[in-house]
C-alpha cells in the first residue's frame, strides 16, 4: 500500500517537457509511481488520497546559494525556506562554510556562536554532519569555504607560506571525502580578497580531483566585473572544474547592461570546455551585504577586529570619502538592516550622514566603529540585467541567504526579503505577471537544472524511484510576501510538501518533524 496518492495533479517534472495531469504514489521515501490521464491504470491503494485538482506538482526546489547552516540546529529554521518550495538548501557559499575549522578560527567561531545561540561543538565537516543530521527539516549539502580555510590557517591574511597552502589543501581534500559538494570563494571579501590567483586553481585542482564545483563569489562585481568572471573561467580552465558564477550581478548604474556580455563569455566556454559553466541569481535589484565591503580592502588586512579602531583615524576616513567618489557609490540607496543598531537601522546612509551633520564618510566610519558586522541593502542593479540572467538557459534562482531561522533565541540583522522569497517572487514575476518563463522553464531553473550540475543523485525530477521531494502549489495564489522593510514574511501558495516522503507541510500548515539527509556526492 501506497502510503500518499496525489491526483488530478498538472505535473511538471523538472525536464521542460509540457506538463500534464496526472497521479503520483509515495513509498516511504521513493517516488512509487506516476499515472497520467489517458494512460492505462489502476488506482493504487494508499494510506491517504490527496485531491490536486488546479494545483501544480514539482520536485522539490534545490537552493544552490546560501551561506553557513548555523541556524538549523534550532526548531522550525527552515520554514521560511519550505514556504518557497525549497527542499534542499546547498550552503557554503562565497567562501564561508560550517567546516572544517582551523585553529585560528576558533575565537570568530565562539563569537558566533553565542551571538546566534548555536552550540559550536565540531572541527571537521564530518563532525558537523554528525551534530546537525538529526535536526534538518529539509535536505542540505555544503561547499568548502575558502575564506574559511584560509582563516583557519593563516595568521597573516597577506603572506600566504607554502606549508599554510599544504595546510588548506589537505582539509579541503579531507572535508570533500566527508561530503563536500565543492569549494567556494568570496573574492571581495576578507581573507579571500588578499588571494592570488595560483592559490586558488590549486585548491581548485583538490576539489576536481575529487568531483566537486568550483563556485565563486567573483573578485569584482562592478566596473571589473569582465575581468573578474574571467578569472574564474581560467580557474575552471587550469583546474578542469565545473565553474559557478554565484549570485551573478552588475552593480552600479554605470555598469548596467554588462550581463549579456558575461553570459556570452560562459556561452563561449561551454563550447570550448567539456565542462559546464553556470550562474545562480537571486529576482532582486537589491544586493545585501555588511557595510565593510565598501571600504578600500586594506583597512581589513590586520583582521576585522582591527577595523573599529581603524575608523577612528581621520586618514582612513578621508580614504573611505576618496573610495565613495572612486566607487561612484550612491549612498542614499544604502539601507541600514542591523537592528542592533537602533539608531541606524532602517535608515540609509546620506540620511545619517544628514541626521548627524556628517560627511558620508564619517558616517560609514561610525556605523562600522559601533560594529564592524553591519548589514545593509543596496539597490545597485539594473532589472533588465537581472531579467537577462534570470532567462539563461544555465541560470538557477538562488535566496544568497544566512541562515535566518525563526525561532533562534537570536540573529544577526535583518534578512534582504530574498532569504523568505526569492523562489515565490521568480514565479511571480517570471510566470505569472510578466509571462517570461513557461512554468515548465521555470520549474527546470529550481529543480533539475541545479541538481544535474551538482551531481545530486535521485533528485530534481519528477521520476519513479526518486527521492520524493515534491512540492504541490497553487498556482493562483503563490506569492512572496516579504519586502525590504518587513523581511521575515513567509510566502504563500504552497499547499503541501514532503520531504523524502515526509508530508511536511500539509493544506499550508507546517508539521513538527524533522526528515531531511545530508547530501553528499557519494550519495
Known sequence: MLDFYIQNAKICTGHKETAKIGNVGIQDDRIACIHYQGDDFEIPAAKKIIDASGLILTPGFIDPHASTGFGYFFPNAADHKLYQGITTEIFGNCGTSPAPIGEHLDKTMNRLSGEIGFPFEWRSLEEYFEQIQDKIQFNIATLVGHSTLRAGNMDDWHNLQPTQLETMKTALAEAMDEGALGISTGLIYAPGCFAEMDEIVSLAKVTAEKGGVYASHVRNERDGLEEAVEEALTIGKLADIRVLISHIKAAEKENWG????????????????????????????????????????????????????????????????????????????????????????????????????????????????????????????????????????????????????????????????????????????????????????????????????????????????????????????VKANATYLSPRELSSGIEHLWVNGSHLIQHTKIQDATPGKVLTLKD
Open 258 to 477: 554588462k550581463i549579456p556580455k558575461v553570459l556570452k563569455m560562459l556561452e563561449e566556454y561551454n563550447e570550448t570546455s567539456k565542462l559546464q559553466a553556470a550562474c545562480d541569481v537571486y529576482p532582486y535589484t537589491a544586493v545585501s551585504t555588511k557595510l565593510r565591503a565598501f571600504i578600500p580592502k586594506y583597512m581589513l588586512q590586520d583582521g576585522i577586529a582591527a577595523v573599529a579602531d581603524k575608523m577612528k583615524d581621520a586618514t582612513n576616513v578621508s580614504a573611505i570619502a576618496e573610495w565613495i567618489i572612486q566607487k561612484d557609490y550612491d549612498m542614499s540607496r544604502m539601507l541600514i538592516i542591523s537592528d542592533d543598531l537602533k539608531s541606524y537601522y532602517n535608515k540609509n546612509v546620506s540620511e545619517i550622514a544628514a541626521e548627524q551633520g556628517i560627511s558620508l564618510a564619517q558616517a560609514v566610519a561610525d556605523i562600522l566603529a559601533a560594529s564592524t558586522e553591519t548589514w545593509v541593502v543596496y539597490h545597485c542593479i539594473d532589472q533588465k540585467d537581472i531579467d537577462t540572467a534570470v532567462m539563461w538557459p544555465n541560470a538557477m534562482i538562488c535566496t544568497d541567504s544566512w541562515s535566518y531561522p525563526i525561532n533562534a533565541p537570536k540573529s544577526i540583522g535583518q534578512p534582504h526579503p530574498r532569504s523568505y522569497g526569492a523562489f515565490t517572487e521568480f514565479l511571480q514575476r517570471f510566470v505569472i505577471d510578466e509571462q517570461l518563463l513557461s512554468w515548465e522553464e521555470a520549474i527546470h531553473k529550481v529543480t533539475y537544472l541545479p541538481a544535474e550540475f551538482f551531481q545530486l543523485k535521485h533528485r530534481g525530477l519528477i521520476a519513479k524511484d526518486y527521492y520524493a521531494d515534491i512540492v504541490l502549489f497553487d498556482p493562483s495564489t
